[in-house]
């Protein structure tokens, strides 16, 4: 998600905001995962994303496609918390978790 108003031929970090939460992700030092057409999840929205979906073996499977794959799967998906709904399948939390704790960039781990 790209913030209102931007400058295409000048797109900086705090322009790039979390399609879930809304904040500007990269800018702030904040982890982030990059899906398809720009979509970002940053690690805050999938720490929250893994514990519901994996831990606590939640979320409800949607019509909407997943914001980050682009695709729609049966599985069940976690929903950001701002307007218009973002939906994260399962599969893409499991890897965007999986990208987050290899990387040498960030200290990141999946919740336990």
């Avoid at 999986?98 to 200290?107: G, H, I, P, R």
Wanted: charged share 25%; proline share 5%; hydrophobic share 35%.
């Amino acid at each position: 998600m790209h913030r209102e108003g931007i400058d295409d031929n000048n797109v900086q970090p705090e322009d790039i905001l979390c399609d879930f939460c809304g904040k500007a992700a990269w800018a702030q030092d904040v982890p982030c995962v990059e899906g398809h057409q720009g979509s970002v999840v940053c690690g805050n929205c999938l720490h929250v994303a893994y514990s519901e979906l994996i831990l606590a073996s939640g979320g409800e499977p949607t019509k909407e496609q997943c914001r980050m794959c682009l695709e729609h799967r049966d599985d069940p998906v976690w929903e950001g918390g701002i307007e218009p709904i973002a939906a994260i399948c399962l599969r893409c939390v499991k890897q965007s978790s999986a990208v987050l704790q290899k990387s040498k960039q960030w200290d990141w781990t999946k919740p336990v």
